[in-house]
T-cell receptor, first 113, second 113 residues
């Protein structure tokens, strides 16, 4: 049963610390998305990649967030330095072709104190 | 910019009854895709149903069906024979295809035993 995996599932950290979230897309999927879910903003796109190349990161605060795909099986989202307003659930999703369903991972719940 | 509107923040239905969740969207595109995702308390985003805009036939998946009205830009979800496991947040989402999903604000569905 192919699925998107994310680690860690939960992360509590202090303001100013670096946070790294990892995602393993479904094998063969060529597009990877990072979304953030908060009560105030709902679900919003942070960045996405196709064939490992970044296509859109306009939703990401550039000064503190970075997203990469070191290889086809790993996507990372880093926050440095983290701030309390970054507290949210971060989802990774992957898909294959145009119009295809995006399959979501279980999310990483981040709390920044 | 595309927008998705869910005007019902909360809905409730008696177990075994039928409920309809509303969704409207705004786009100038003619080719696009619409989805309903379910998010139970576990936070996992689960695909419920998918509709391709160029198909006139409404999508169905077991007890779930949609009423897709392209001219009216309406995409409602009907859940028949409601079950306790259907209790969740339901999100309507839009994409032009292998690009970001634009989500509505969600409808919280409660099932009354």
């Amino acid at each position: 049963d192919a699925r998107v995996t994310q680690t860690p599932r939960h992360k509590v950290t202090e303001m100013g610390q670096e946070v790294t979230m990892r995602c393993q897309p479904i094998l063969g999927h060529n597009t990877v998305f990072w979304y953030r879910q908060t009560m105030m903003q709902g679900l919003e796109l942070l960045a996405y990649f196709r064939n490992r190349a970044p296509l859109d990161d306009s939703g990401m605060p550039k000064d503190r967030f970075s997203a990469e795909m070191p290889d086809a099986t790993l996507a990372t989202l880093k926050i440095q330095p983290s701030e309390p307003r970054d507290s949210a659930v971060y989802f990774c999703a992957s898909g294959l072709v145009r119009g295809d369903t995006q399959y979501f991972g279980p999310g990483t719940r981040l709390t920044v104190l | 910019a595309q927008t998705v509107t869910q005007s019902q923040p909360e809905m409730s239905v008696q177990e075994a009854e039928t409920v309809t969740l509303s969704c409207t969207y705004d786009t100038s595109e003619s080719d696009y895709y619409l989805f309903w995702y379910k998010q139970p308390p576990s936070r996992q985003m689960i695909l419920v149903i998918r509709q391709e805009a160029y198909k006139q036939q409404n999508a169905t998946e077991n007890r779930f069906s949609v009423n897709f009205q392209k001219a009216a830009k309406s995409f409602s979800l009907k859940i028949s024979d409601s079950q306790l496991g259907d209790a969740a947040m339901y999100f309507c989402a839009y994409t032009r295809g292998n690009e970001k999903l634009t989500f509505g604000t969600g409808t919280r569905l409660t099932i009354i035993p």
